[in-house]
Structure formats: C-alpha cells, structure tokens
T-cell receptor, first 121, second 112 residues
Framework: GAVVSQHPSRVICKSGTSVKIECRSL??????MFWYRQFPKQSLMLMAT?????????EQGVEKDKFLINHASLTLSTLTVTSAHPEDSSFYIC?????????????????FGPGTRLTVL | SQKIEQNSEALNIQEGKTATLTCNYT??????LQWYRQDPGRGPVFLLL?????KEKRKERLKVTFDTTLKQSLFHITASQPADSATYLC???????????FGTGTKLQVIP
C-alpha cells in the first residue's frame, strides 16, 4: 500500500516555457502532499507543503509565483514551473503523508513518488 | 542552527558483513526519526521509523537505534547483500517545526 506516482518521469523543455508535474496518491487519500527538489549529491530540500483545498505553504526562498502548486483533490497535487530557466533543472520529488499509523500522537511517514527529472535547455 | 549530519563519504563493505550508518543531529528535539533508502534517479523509499521514547527498532535485516542523549541514530543492515547498495537518508520530524528534514545521505556499496 501507500503508492505515490509522478508524471512525467523525465521532461526536457526550452527556457521560458512552463512545465507541469503531477503527483498522485494511488491507494490512499492524502490531505497533505509535499514537493521537494534535489540537486546532485545533495539532500532533499522541501519547497512547499500542499494541503487539499487550500493554498500551499512555501519554504523561505522559494518563489510562489514561479512554482505554482495546486492540490485540487485528495489524490492529486500538481507543481507547475513557470517560465523555466536552466537553473531550475533539478530532480523534483513529491511525497504524500499517509494516514497516521499506530500509537498516540501519530506519525508523519511520507511516501515518495519516483521523481521527475527536469532539464531546461 | 539545526544540523543533520550523515557521513558524506561512501561506505564500502564486504557482502555478508554488517553495515552501520550514522546520523547525528544538533539543535533538534525530534519527536521521531526515519530512515529512507534512495536509489539513483528515484524517490526515497521509507524503511523504518523510531520514536523518541524507543531505543531500538528492527525489521528483518534492519535495525535502528536512537539515542536522544547522544543525539544520534545508528542504522544497521546485517548480512548485507549487493542489492542493499544505495544511498540511505535519515530524516527528523520535529513537532515544533511540523515538518520533516532530511540529512544528505550516506552511499552504501556492498561488494560481492
């Protein structure tokens, strides 16, 4: 259980174009999804937290007008990179928070999608 | 400032031996700690979670310890196999920050 898919897995685009990445939780409903970016040999950096039906919460330094996030349903969140530039080339990974599991206080286990490799020429 | 440190150097071990990976943190009071496996070009895969009031957790060949006094977690893979070769990430959830923060990961190479 707890499968998260991402589409596309790989995208190459020209500078100035916009790219949309989809993240779906396939077998559970996710009220919260997360978007990360990972540069080579670096850790995952949280970009934003996406809550179903409300505006995303962006981390400091992440431009909300450039990285548009929509979480329209309990199983789908989208990240749109607008006016992409070569410096936006990276590995983008989404995750979905599964329903709390076991024990008082709950936990925050996140299940990750397979990632999207974005290359901006 | 908050910091999560994992050994950035790759760890090479012989097949069949026990691999031990370290995660140290400073300026955190994590409610729980998680370990993930990440293969090249793929998203992380959840392995184990250990809470602040737990000392040790096991799952098949995996064992995690959590010492909140030392501010350290150890991740062990016993009877290691070449298929265990991957990057292993630790992640801390701090209730005060309401989010999970990842370490940079340690690359494990199991040599046949």
């Amino acid at each position: 259980g707890a499968v998260v898919s991402q589409h596309p897995s790989r995208v190459i685009c020209k500078s100035g174009t916009s790219v949309k990445i989809e993240c779906r939780s396939l077998d559970f409903q996710a009220t919260t999804m997360f978007w990360y970016r990972q540069f080579p040999k670096q850790s995952l950096m949280l970009m934003a937290t996406s809550n179903e039906g409300s505006k995303a919460t962006y981390e400091q330094g992440v431009e909300k007008d450039k990285f548009l996030i929509n979480h329209a349903s309990l199983t789908l969140s989208t990240l749109t990179v607008t006016s992409a530039h070569p410096e936006d080339s990276s590995f983008y990974i989404c995750s979905a928070r599964s329903p709390t599991s076991g024990g008082a206080g709950g936990t925050d286990t996140q299940y990750f999608g397979p990632g999207t490799r974005l290359t901006v020429l | 400032s908050q910091k999560i440190e994992q050994n950035s150097e790759a760890l090479n071990i012989q097949e069949g031996k026990t691999a031990t990976l370290t995660c140290n943190y400073t300026n955190y009071s994590p409610a729980y700690l998680q370990w993930y496996r990440q293969d090249p070009g793929r998203g992380p895969v959840f392995l184990l979670l250990i809470r602040e009031n737990e000392k040790e957790k096991r799952k098949e060949r995996l064992k995690v310890t959590f010492d909140t006094t030392l501010k350290q977690s150890l991740f062990h893979i016993t009877a290691s196999q070449p298929a265990d070769s991957a990057t292993y990430l630790c992640a801390l959830y701090s209730g005060g920050y309401q989010k999970v923060t990842f370490g940079t990961g340690t690359k494990l190479q199991v040599i046949p």
